[in-house]
């Protein structure tokens, strides 16, 4: 199921995701016992981490029952700020009683192609068998496009086989982990949190146009039978030819 929503505030928006994301983890909890959920790193995740941290919110969710991996990550020590997950631990997953054994970060020890075949063997080895499935998997998307690490013309949108690979992003001169397109369309639901005029235009041939994943890789993210949130601030859904609200 495809939705979009437009809201008038980042806050707004951060609050429609942490109610999605409290719902999912009691539905998902009450079926099958856990919550698995794929976080993103940026600026707009860290407004939604610090608002699930605070109390009142917090104290909705059942932590113990959560698990929580990530969609990329930049190829960083796990306490440099630019890592992903640094940013969720500062924002949200020190601050609320979430298990340690419960956070599975992306290895950064010193050979990423290694350590993405690691970080897969560890989704692999969580998920028993069973072909991996998050429940819930947050992305963003850059202003050319880009979502996770799968960059305009990446190698990434052709893997076939792997469900997690490093990628050399030559624009950022950085190099990365990332879910690939198959492991990110098998998740159950799938919530794009996209703010700022500046990514209007992208937004806009994502949803609306015809270009390929090579030109705006957020089109490759097509849920196999899970369903898709899209949480636009009006920025970046000013070029769109429909606004729905919130």
């Known amino acids: 199921m495809l939705m979009i929503k437009v809201f008038s505030t980042t806050e ?11 719902g999912l983890s009691v539905q998902h909890i009450a079926s099958k016992g856990s919550f698995v959920v794929a976080l993103s790193g940026g600026r707009t995740p860290n407004q939604l981490y610090d608002l699930m941290a605070k109390k009142e919110n917090a104290e909705k969710i059942d932590w113990k029952n959560c698990f929580f991996f990530w969609g990329d ?68 998307m850059g202003d050319e496009g880009h979502t996770a690490s799968i960059f305009p013309g990446s190698s990434l949108l052709q893997e076939k086989d792997a469900l997690v690979k490093d990628v050399y992003v030559e624009v950022k001169q950085m190099q990365r982990i990332s879910f690939t397109p198959k492991l990110i369309n098998a998740a159950s639901h799938i919530i794009f949190m996209i703010t700022g005029a500046e990514k209007a235009a992208a937004l806009r041939e994502v949803l609306e146009g015809n270009k390929t994943p090579e030109e705006y890789p957020a089109r490759v993210v097509q849920p196999t039978s899970g369903g898709l949130s899209w949480l636009l601030d009006q920025g970046a859904a000013s070029l769109l030819s429909s606004l729905p609200s919130a």
């Open 12 to 22: 707004e928006l951060c609050n429609d995701a942490m109610e999605q994301f409290i």
């Open 73 to 140: 990550e930049r190829y960083v020590a796990h306490d440099n700020k630019e890592n992903n997950s640094f940013q969720a631990k500062q924002h949200l997953l020190d601050l609320v009683p979430v298990p340690e054994g419960n956070i599975f970060r992306i290895p950064v020890n010193g050979d990423h192609e290694a350590d993405a075949k690691i970080y897969e063997q560890t989704i692999r080895s969580f998920f028993k068998g069973d072909a991996p499935v998050f429940d819930l998997l947050f992305l963003g």
